[in-house]
């Protein structure tokens, strides 16, 4: 399992130069005119995580594998997006596949740095966003409704299907997302499987600022944040363009370059820590003398749905795991000296594995 991320806004906020700065590398063209990005960028992120390196220390492996984020960047989006404005809505499908929107708005003022609606309003920027999106789903379920209807006569069994579908049409059309549809039940989860609906994606609002705005919130964060916090929605701040600023720097010219601005984690630490937060998720170590290795997991998962994160056949042939957790795998410095101490732990099926775990799986082929 990996996260993954879309990234939406209007054109010009600042997406493609975050995106950038997020995968360090230059490989979304980032440009002061609307559409510039006319392709989806898609680029595969190892997930910072200190305890991996310090596990790395200790036990010498032959290699480091971090977990990764798959970060998805779209052309900007405009009112009509779904009517065929701009570039239209043909790279939502891309955004469909992710587990979470990252949704930029621009919280600055700057009179070189063109907006499309010609003023900065993050609140309308958002609206008309979230309006393109909602669009776009009601525009999917349509389509899907008018195609299960054509196959009841053969299939009695998508008549439920079909009434879920309608229900959930007429809440997307009261300008509701999906994601605010409380109706459960099978019908309902098959069909939200199946679709994929950008608007029942969690949602990370992300205020991009300039350099003045970072160590302080400026009007146009404020008011983005209150939003985030009356849906209950997640938030970041970051500066795009300082992120961006330090990609080639080596950490300690980075740790220099954050603190000289106030700051403690980059934005990208930001935005994967909040989206792992966001879709419950955590990770857990294998740590050999081959690799070191984090595994993303579901917050929750037992044993053996844990170790499926390496191979399905180690979930189908689970016998047992021996667990140390990360602070004892550091106090006592290796997998030996914590056996002999007792603190590796012989957990079964049963067992939830927790955040940092380092896991050894046996199995049955």
């Not at 600042?14 to 989806?40: D, H, M, R, V």
């Not at 070189?112 to 966003?129: G, Q, Y």
Request: charged fraction near 30%; proline fraction near 2%.
């Amino acid at each position: 399992m990996s996260l993954s991320i879309g990234i939406v806004g209007l054109p010009n906020v600042g997406k493609s130069t975050l995106f950038n700065a997020l995968t360090k590398a230059q490989n979304a063209e980032s440009a002061n005119y609307a559409f510039c990005t006319i392709e989806p960028n898609k680029a595969v992120v190892p997930v910072p995580d200190a305890r991996l390196q310090v596990l790395a220390e200790l036990v010498r492996p032959q290699r480091v594998q971090h977990s990764t984020v798959d970060f998805v960047d779209i052309a900007g989006l405009v009112a009509g997006a779904s009517k065929g404005e701009g570039l239209g809505n043909k790279f939502l499908a891309n955004i469909r596949e992710t587990q979470a929107i990252l949704h930029v708005v621009r919280c600055f003022d700057d009179d070189d740095v063109i907006h499309v609606a010609n003023s900065v309003d993050p609140l309308r920027d958002i609206e008309i966003i979230e309006t393109e999106l909602l669009l776009a789903d009601v525009q999917v379920l349509e389509n899907r409704v008018e195609r299960m209807e054509k196959q009841l006569k053969g299939d009695k069994s998508l008549g439920p299907r079909i009434e879920v579908a309608k229900r959930l049409l007429a809440h997307l059309d009261q300008g509701l997302p999906a994601s605010t549809f409380a109706e459960e039940s099978k019908a309902r989860d098959e069909l939200f499987a199946e679709l994929r609906l950008i608007t029942s994606k969690n949602v990370i609002y992300c205020a991009n600022v300039d350099e003045d705005g970072v160590a302080q919130d400026n009007d146009h964060v404020t008011r983005v944040r209150e939003l985030a916090a009356g849906r209950g929605a997640e938030f970041v701040k970051i500066s795009a363009k300082m992120e961006e600023d330090m990609v080639g720097l080596d950490e300690a010219e980075y740790q220099e370059f954050l603190e000289s601005y106030g700051i403690e984690e980059s934005g990208l630490h930001q935005i994967i820590r909040t989206g792992f937060r966001s879709l419950g998720l955590i990770s857990y170590f294998t740590a050999g003398v081959k690799e070191v290795r984090a595994w993303t997991i579901n917050d929750g998962d037992k044993a053996p749905r844990a170790a499926a994160a390496i191979h399905t056949d180690f979930e189908r042939g689970f016998i047992r795991a021996e667990v140390i957790g990360y602070d004892h795998y550091v106090e006592h410095r290796s997998e030996a000296k914590c056996r002999s101490v007792g603190v590796l732990r012989v957990e079964g099926k049963e067992y939830v594995v927790k955040d940092g775990d380092v896991v050894h799986f046996l199995f049955n082929v």
